[in-house]
Every structure is written in C-alpha cells, then in structure tokens.
C-alpha cells in the first residue's frame, strides 16, 4: 500500500530522467531504477512531456500544476494510505501558459484527451513495503495545457480499467501551481485545509478538477459524475 505524508508539502514536478521513451515528435526520459528504492507517495518519476501547443495570446512564462489524488480519501485521512489492491493514487501533472483561463474556465479531463498512442505501463518494487505496483502512464493534451497522469495500483486489472471518469474534485488530497520562477501560486491540501490559498483569483469559484474554491455543481461536473457511476 501507498503512503501519504501527514505533514503539508510543496509539490514538485517528477525527478531525475533516465533514458527517454518516444513521446511523439519529442522524447521524454525514462523512470530512474532508483525509484524502487524511493517509493513514496509521490514518487520519482519521469519528466513530464513537454507542451504540445504554444497560445501566443497568453501571457509569457509557464504554470506548473501538480494534483494528486486517491480512491479513497476517508482512507488517506485516517490511515495515510490506500489498499493498492482494490483502489489507486493518481498523480496529474500539467503545464499551461494560460493558468487564468484554466482557473475560470474549469479543468476536465476526458478519454478524448489522452494521446493514447503514448500509453504504457510499468512495475516497480517497493522495498519500504515490500510490494510491487504498477504505473499506467497517461500523456494528455487540451486546448491551452498538456502534461500527463501517473495512476499507481497494486492490481494490473485496476490499472486496464481506469478511464479519466474515474478522477473528481472530490478525490484530490494535494494540488500546487507553481509559476515560471517556481513561487508556489495556489495550493490546496485537504489534511490541512488552514494551508488553503489561491494567489491568482483569490477566492473565485472554481470548477471540473480544482478542488477549492468550489462552485456549486455545474452541467459538466454533474454529467462527469453521473458518468464515474456508471
């Protein structure tokens, strides 16, 4: 199983790069074989595919946004941990030029925005618990942002069956934006919501996968629900 850390951090994009996989036009370096050795629950990882798309309207510098999420936060709160078996942590990253549209627009992933040709997965030992767990590796894109998603499960049969419908606001534990000097800009930390703030829009609602502030459910958020019951 996962473990979470009960103290609030700053979170940082993936670590150290190893040899690089195909990532389209580009290539973007391979997971370290030290991460087996420092499985946490935000483990090293690969760096994260760079911008498909530039917006020349925006405004210069690029905004750098972690989430992290898990089945089952009443879990995470009360153990710190998830059983990998039956449940998963996923890991977002996204880079946008754009964080003021991403912020009053609303985030949403769909299948329609992974770029499935770069899909794969991977198993790693833990020695700090003794496991094996695998990574399914997401590459996705939208119109003024792309990045990719880690989902991290102890069971290869969760990781076929997970679908972007899975992941909702009310599953996220931790999320950071960063800006291009890497000043922590917003950050959400549901353990400690005391650390709550949001530098850019203050207190503006927003909507899809930011986790605070919340608007009250819109037709997008409630049909992505109605789709994660299925």
């Known amino acids: 199983m996962g473990q ?18 195909t ?25 994260r595919p760079p911008p498909y798309e530039e917006v020349a309207a925006s405004p210069p510098g690029k905004w750098e946004m ?4 898990g089945s089952d936060l009443d879990s995470v709160q009360k153990k710190g941990t998830i059983n990998l ?46 496991q094996w767990f695998w990574y399914r590796y997401f590459a996705i894109v939208g119109p ?9 499960v102890g069971d290869i049969g969760i990781a076929h069956r997970f679908r972007m419908d899975d992941l909702s606001a009310d ?15 917003y950050k959400f930390c549901l353990k400690h919501p005391e650390m709550n703030v949001n530098c850019i829009l203050d207190e503006f609602p927003m909507r899809g996968l930011w986790p605070w ?14 789709k994660g019951k299925e």
């Open 4 to 21: 979470v850390d009960s103290k609030p951090q700053t979170l940082n994009k993936p670590g150290n790069p190893g040899s690089p996989p």
């Open 23 to 47: 990532t389209g036009a580009s290539t973007a370096q391979s997971i370290t074989t030290s991460l087996s050795q420092t499985l946490d629950m935000s483990p090293e990882l690969p760096v």
């Open 66 to 69: 972690v989430v992290l999420f």
């Open 85 to 130: 078996s039956i449940g998963w942590f996923a890991d977002l990253y996204i880079d946008t030029h754009d964080i003021v549209g991403l912020m009053r627009n609303g985030l949403y992933l769909t299948q329609d925005n992974i770029r499935a040709q770069e899909g794969h997965i991977k198993q790693y030992y833990s020695y700090r618990t003794n």
């Open 144 to 152: 003024n942002w792309s990045g990719c998603l880690y989902v991290r």
């Open 171 to 185: 599953k996220i534990y931790e999320a950071d934006v960063k800006n291009k000097d890497g000043n922590l800009a």
């Open 213 to 226: 502030p919340r608007e009250l459910p819109d037709a997008k958020d409630q049909d992505a629900e109605e």
